[in-house]
């Protein structure tokens, strides 16, 4: 159970990672191929706000990659518990507030692997 509890925050990591790589420094390039909703003339002006989006997915992926280096199992647990909640949080205001999409890309995983996390401990 804990071995599936570090795949799926691993996973949520990376996928964070990605969100990270894509608005921070591909945002005109790739972003336009992953985010085709948003016309293509948004992307230069929208550029700095998509930025800052990617910075705060890497504090999350951050996050639930220091929790690999904790050695204490109960601050293993408090740290990803606290992340992928943080996740699942913002994956349900962007539901929310931009697109019904998000849920499933953000939350469900990060619900997924702390169902897992919960299971584990």
Sequence with gaps: MRLIADILTAVVAIEHILFLWIEMFV???????????IPDELFKPTKVFAANQGLYNGFLAAG????????NSEWIFNIRLFFLCCVIVAGIFGAITASKKIFIVQSL????????VILSS
Excluded at 109 to 116: D, E, G, N, S, Y
């Design 64 to 71: 639930l990659i220091w929790s690999f280096f904790i050695s």
């Design 109 to 116: 995983p990060a619900i997924i692997a702390l169902l897992f």
């Design 27 to 37: 945002w005109e390039s790739l972003g336009k191929r992953v985010f085709k909703t």
